[in-house]
């Protein structure tokens, strides 16, 4: 629109005039004004055509009870008097409106009073534009945001996410059971802070400069120091991000171990946006694993002890078996004698008593022989050395040679011995 040359205050008005009028129509935005008694004093097309009209001389002198969000007319009226009343403006407030085919929909709106020249309220001025999408777009992320937040906290694992500077942003149920700190005090703070003590170990990372951190030992006693989220942070950064156990300090001032997995987070860009974190708190199993290590204590000690005592008892039974043997040795050695000696008199003249006894002594030298024999042979068990031979017996002559060895103690104990 050309500004017009001339000079009078009336051309000046009209062309103020259309200007304004034309800023009000090309508004991506639904305009109004009312009157004190919210009436319709105004609109841009775009607003006459929400109330089902073709032009905006056709909204003029109307209230909001005669057009066809009347339903709604009762709230826009109370919106309006608070406006005039206390003349301060309504700005970016949402609320419903129906349609003239009967649907509701969602509008953004703003109110602010309009003033006379004695700045008196005369009445306001109104715009909205439609947010129904972005609305059910917001209803629909906070349903999903309530039931990521029901599963989190449903779940026994604690979940922790991070920005890409490691400010907590999510600290489920599990995280507050975990480390002792409510989702409302870790919230908005540092990972470390919350998490754990920040020590830092002065190595650094040759390629980003970034510090690294030592790695805890799984066992609390062990914590000399006890890391925050930089640590698993650095590693997904390095691709390394795996399941790990890490020693996290409880509010209390007492150790958990934790067995945790951190992945890093991205946009549609591929840009690190921050981190989460689960974890589990992992008491049990490290009790398990030092019970678990005591008993291997244990049986490493018992095997340790069965393996002394067996080799003692090898020993043993060496030495047992080589006095055996010589044992043997030495009785066998006058033995001989005696039974020669004894063969030596059977030769001699002897009347038939003494012969019958001379049998019985040789009888009972070969016995002890025998033994003798036998102890040798058990020491060739034990050797494994010990061979067998499959030889005929004469059951009768043992038995007679048993029975006249026998019979002379039977015989002093008063016991008849027959056979």
């Known amino acids: 629109m050309t500004i017009p040359n001339q000079n009078t205050a009336h051309v000046n008005f009209n062309w103020t005039h259309d200007l304004l009028k034309a800023f009000v129509e090309n508004m991506p935005a639904r305009v109004f004004w009312k009157d004190r008694e919210s009436r319709y004093l105004g609109c841009n097309t775009q607003f006459a055509n929400d109330a089902g009209c073709a032009d905006s001389d056709q909204i003029i002198g109307k209230s909001d009870f005669d057009l066809c969000w009347k339903a709604q007319a009762k709230t826009y009226r109370a919106n309006d008097r608070e406006v005039m009343e206390t003349a301060s403006p309504l700005l970016n407030y949402v609320e419903q409106q129906q349609t003239p085919d009967g649907r509701l929909i969602w509008l953004e709106t703003s109110k602010l009073p309009l003033y006379d020249e004695r700045r008196q309220v005369v009445g306001l001025l109104g715009t909205y534009q439609e947010i129904t999408e972005r609305k059910e777009n917001e209803d629909l992320l906070f349903k999903k945001m309530e039931m990521h937040r029901a599963i989190c906290d449903s779940t026994h694992f604690s979940i922790i996410t991070t920005d890409e500077r490691g400010v907590i942003y999510l600290f489920n149920v599990g995280a507050e059971r975990m480390l002792g700190y409510s989702a409302a005090e870790a919230i908005g703070q540092l990972a470390p802070e919350v998490i754990g003590q920040r020590i830092l170990k002065g190595a650094c990372d040759p390629q980003t400069g970034e510090t690294i951190f030592i790695e805890l030992s799984a066992k609390p006693a062990d914590a000399a120091t006890l890391l925050g989220l930089e ?33 890093t987070l991205h946009d549609v860009q591929w840009r690190t946006i921050g981190y989460l974190l689960i974890g589990s708190d992992a008491s049990a199993r490290y009790a398990i694993d030092q019970e678990r290590e005591r008993h291997d204590l244990s049986l490493k000690q018992i095997n340790r002890e069965l393996t002394n005592a067996k080799l003692a008892a090898e020993q043993a039974n060496v030495a047992k078996s080589a006095f055996l043997a010589s044992m043997s040795h ?22 038939r008593h003494q012969s019958e006894m001379v049998d019985i002594i040789s009888n009972s030298a070969m016995a002890l022989l025998s033994i003798i024999n036998d102890i040798l042979d058990f020491s060739k068990i034990e050797a494994g050395k010990l061979q067998l031979e499959c030889l005929p017996i004469e059951v009768v002559g043992v038995v007679e040679k048993t029975h006249r060895i026998m019979l002379s103690l039977a015989e002093k104990q008063g016991v008849a011995l027959t056979w």
Do not use: W, Y
């Open 330 to 351: 030495e009785i066998r050695t006058p033995m001989n004698g005696v039974v020669g000696m004894i063969g030596v008199l059977q030769q001699s003249s002897l009347s």
């Open 231 to 263: 640590t698993l942070a650095l590693k997904t950064r390095h691709r390394t991000d795996k399941l790990c156990i890490l020693n996290f300090l409880r509010k209390d001032g007492s150790v958990v171990p934790s067995q945790v997995s951190v992945s």
